[in-house]
């Protein structure tokens, strides 16, 4: 641990990328990504508020089994709005335009993504896009769910799904261009020495992110808009009074929306593969089979799109194609956890805050996956379909899954983004209540959809009031639990400890360089010569990460 | 600098090759080859020859592809590709639709 | 801000090299790159319309078919044509940059931009057409729904009528329309687009902005242009040429 414990970076004046600039317009008009990745970090945040107030609505509602809180179509607007503002407004840039912005140049060694200004474009452009949605949502609201199924979203709803069309039209392209920014800086960018198989599998999942965000999102932005012409010219695309094929819609928006998924979930793996190697001080179990992984997920989450329409009229054979295919695609899946569990077997584990959020993926997202074979089965997704056992299924991926490792990754790096420490004490404590309110909020659905509970009901039979007692109230201790970190962080930022450059003393390339970092990342273009996760001091390592203006760049 | 300068007498050969193509299929679109034997849909497969066709020389000379690195043509093909899977896996549904009668 | 660099290019750096890169090559490198991926996208964008098209042109063949042939081959050819020439064009500049040469680079982008909006005029004289024949899908024009007439047995041919082959009908044929208007004007919006960045070349080779060290936004815009040539050479035989061989035959 030698190299690692005593490395000294040079002691600057205390300028870094917080307080380089001052005023509005060196925000708004920044082109460095780590504030870049701080303006997405407050909207990201503002959304996912707003999509928890739906959420508390859904729960109100369902506590009593009787339609009695909002009307049934003001409650088809409310999860369809919760659905809509938390899929494409929080969960799919959460963690990449936050964590993958500030972090990916830095771990890579350079000195900002290929394309700086198309990175502040992309978060104007997700701003736009986001106020158009909620400019959709005030004027009265869409209530076709998120998945917008036609002919109801072209001929018959009354709402605004023109307008929520282009807001999510809109948004894509933030979405692309995130990608594309990732890929050039990826392939182009890598300091000297940074090989594919030394950089942090976290590099890896936001590359097989950012290829499912190029080859998807254009498809979902051509649906939208066909939906919206279908609307406003009145013709046949997707509406068979017209001679379309409301299938035909489906097709075309499952091939995005579940790459989508994907996109959600594979950075949370790339967070979790981080904190699991860096918290048991462990290199990461078969890096390469990971790595891997995160591409396979990437393209065969393409192949499976078909598992939503097993109770559509598309046909069996394509059905049977498509589970054998939703199975496969698990398996890569399984192979990242595999990994995750034999990297923390015997090694040294401390149970940090950060660890406490990736021991909980694990566990949670497992589940998640688990249950999603059940809807891969053609005949359990019968009987499955459109009952709440779907929704346990998604929120266990999406928020015991990329929520979980979102908070773990902002509590590893928030001593790097904000130069302070959070208090540990409270970190751990709000991680086990989430984990608890979160349990206790979904768990209860698996069995309520088993059963028969449909989704997307706002009354259901007396039978199934127990469970969504025991959800509703479940959701309110993962609403408090999440209230906590969002407090201590802010409370950190003027009053927390402050953070070292390499407070974890680990051996990534973003803790080579002070916290906050200077706006350029790195003093001198770092030069690579250690593995990713190197805990096991080698005996060149005493050189590596000692730069300083004698050592001359190659 | 190390890119590569195309000489124009590759661009003028493409070019009149492209013009060339768009007369062939023009001119083949208008005989009726299923009343002269050929398979079904043989005008369809001869119009989209031609423009594959065409579009390779536009994307391996016009756009350089030749003449770039490896990893542009796996973009290229990735792309294609993908398009390909958006097809196929659509059309498995379509076509296969009318196998099965029961239910639907 | 601190520079810490102890390389002995500053001295030289071009000045269009960006603070966040090494040298012009990898500046250049990663523009290629990155217009390579964006076009990744507009291949899946497009796609996502050519899916809709095979699908019902197989499901309505005759109407697809009889739709095909009340266009203009004329016109379409002659654009395809003039696409082809641009594409032509654009290349030439393209590779006068890459030599250095000013006055030729700026005459082939304007050749470029002008072709571009010959074919734009062109297609806003077939839209015209499309118009005056009630052939506009849906309500798209409030005030004039779709509505074609038809070419009825027996009567003299009329151009401005659609001829409708075996059991097609004009609901069907309304179909072809809508595919007919989105693609083609997706495809015209992306040429507009294309003509706006030429511009924008044009006035910044006038202002020599330009040289056969820096030239990737020629080259990037090169990239871009011949891809909506490439979508065009597609679109042109699956909207024009489609049934001609049943008139005719």
């Known amino acids: 641990m030698q190299a690692i414990e005593s490395f000294e970076v040079p002691t600057p004046p205390k300028v870094n990328y917080i307080n380089a600039q001052y005023g509005l317009k060196s925000w708004l008009l920044t082109k460095d990504h780590k504030r870049i990745a701080l303006l997405y970090l407050g909207s990201v945040t503002f959304f996912f508020f707003i999509g928890g107030l739906y959420a508390m609505m859904i729960r109100l509602e369902l506590l009593t089994p009787q339609g009695d809180l909002l009307q049934s179509t003001t409650y088809n607007k409310v999860f369809t709005q919760h659905g809509i503002i938390m899929v494409f407004f929080f969960l799919i840039p959460s963690i990449p335009a936050t964590l993958g912005n500030f972090l990916i140049p830095m771990m890579i060694g350079a000195k900002d993504l290929a394309f700086p200004r198309i990175n502040l474009l992309s978060w104007y452009i997700y701003l736009a896009g986001g106020l158009i949605t909620i400019y959709a949502l005030l004027a009265g609201g869409v209530d076709t769910g998120w998945t917008f199924y036609t002919p109801f979203s072209t001929t018959f709803s009354n709402s605004y799904v023109v307008a929520t069309g282009l807001g999510i039209f809109i948004n894509g392209f933030s979405s692309i261009l995130t990608g594309l920014n990732f890929i050039v800086t990826i392939h182009t960018m890598r300091a000297p020495g940074m090989t594919w198989f030394r950089m942090p599998l976290f590099i890896w999942s936001h590359y097989a992110t950012s290829l499912i965000m190029i080859l998807g999102t254009p498809v979902i932005a051509i649906t939208v808009l066909l939906l919206a012409f279908e609307r406003v010219a009145r013709v046949g695309i997707f509406d068979p009074a017209l001679g379309g094929d409301p299938v035909l819609f489906q097709h075309l928006f499952w091939f995005y929306s579940h790459p989508a998924v994907y996109i959600m979930v594979l950075p949370g793996m790339g967070v979790i593969s981080e904190l699991v190697a860096n918290f048991s001080r462990k290199n990461i179990f078969g890096y390469s089979f990971v790595a891997f992984s995160s591409l396979a997920i990437a393209v065969f989450g393409f192949l499976v799109w078909g598992h939503h329409l097993f109770v559509t009229p598309q046909s069996v054979y394509a059905g049977m194609i498509f589970s054998f295919l939703s199975f496969a695609v698990a398996i890569p899946s399984a192979i990242k956890v595999f990994n995750w569990t034999a990297t923390l077997y015997k090694s040294s584990i401390s149970y940090d805050t950060p660890m406490l959020y990736a021991l909980g993926f694990i566990g949670l997202f497992t589940i998640g996956g688990m249950t999603g074979l059940f809807l891969a089965s053609l005949a359990t997704d019968v009987h499955l379909s459109d009952t709440y056992f779907v929704i346990a299924h998604f ?36 991680a086990l209540v989430i984990f608890v309110g979160f349990n206790l909020t979904f768990l209860p659905q698996f069995v309520a959809g088993y059963l028969g509970m449909p989704r997307r009901y706002h009354a259901y039979p007396p039978e199934f009031q127990v469970f969504n007692v025991l959800s509703t109230a479940g959701a309110s201790i993962l609403g408090f639990g999440m209230l906590i970190p969002a407090i201590y962080f802010v409370w950190s930022m003027r009053y927390g400890k402050h953070a070292e450059a390499n407070p974890w003393h680990l051996p990534g390339l973003e803790w080579r360089t002070q916290s906050p970092p200077p706006t350029e990342n790195f003093e001198v273009t770092p030069i690579v010569t250690w593995d990713a996760y190197e805990f096991a001091p080698r005996e060149e390592t005493e050189v590596v990460g000692k730069f300083g203006p004698e050592l001359e760049r190659i | 600098m190390s890119e590569h300068i195309v000489p124009v007498r590759i661009y003028v050969t493409i070019f009149l090759a492209l013009l060339l193509g768009t007369g062939l299929t023009v001119f083949a679109a208008f005989i009726d080859f299923d009343k002269h034997g050929f398979p079904s849909q043989f005008n369809t497969i001869v119009a989209l020859t031609i423009a594959v066709a065409k579009g390779t020389l536009v994307v391996l000379y016009f756009m350089h592809v030749r003449y770039s690195s490896r990893l542009i043509w796996v973009i290229v093909a990735s792309a294609l590709f993908w398009m390909g899977i958006l097809f196929a896996l659509t059309f498995s549904d379509y076509l296969t639709r009318g196998w099965l009668s029961v239910g639907y | ?86 594409s032509f064009t654009m290349a030439m500049a393209v590779y006068f940059t890459q030599i250095g040469k000013l006055r030729p680079q700026v005459w082939c982008l304007v050749l470029t931009l002008v072709l571009g909006l010959t074919f734009l005029g062109i297609k806003g004289v077939e839209y015209y057409d499309k118009y005056e024949d009630r052939l506009i899908p849906g309500y798209l024009i409030p005030s004039r729904p779709f509505g074609p007439a038809v070419q009825q047995e027996g009567q003299p041919f009329d151009e401005h009528k659609l001829h409708l082959l075996h059991g097609a009908t004009v609901r069907q044929v309304e179909m072809f329309y809508w595919i007919y208007f989105a693609m083609t004007g997706m495809h015209a919006l992306h040429m507009i687009i294309g003509a706006g960045l030429i511009s924008f070349l044009i006035y910044f080779s006038l202002r020599g902005r330009y040289d056969p060290e820096y030239h990737s936004p020629v080259e990037v815009v090169g990239l871009y242009w011949h891809f909506v040539d490439i979508v065009w050479i597609f679109l042109f035989p699956l909207l024009y040429l489609l049934g001609r061989h049943l008139e005719h035959g």
């Open chain 3, 1 to 86: 801000m601190i520079e810490a660099h102890a390389t002995t290019e500053d001295v030289h750096a071009h000045p269009a090299l960006q603070h966040h890169f090494e040298n012009m090559e990898q500046q250049r490198e990663a523009g290629t790159l990155g217009m390579w991926v964006f076009l990744v996208t507009e291949i899946m964008f497009f796609g996502g319309m050519f899916l809709a098209y095979t699908l019902y042109r197989s499901l309505y063949p005759w109407a697809f078919a009889s739709a095909s042939n009340h266009l203009d081959i004329t016109l379409g050819a002659v654009n395809t044509g003039v696409l082809i020439l641009s």
């Open chain 1, 395 to 430: 929120h266990y991926i999406m928020v015991g899954g990329t929520l979980m490792a979102y908070l773990g990754g902002l509590h590893y790096w928030w001593p790097k983004i904000s130069g302070r420490m959070y208090p540990e004490g409270w970190g751990r404590f709000s």
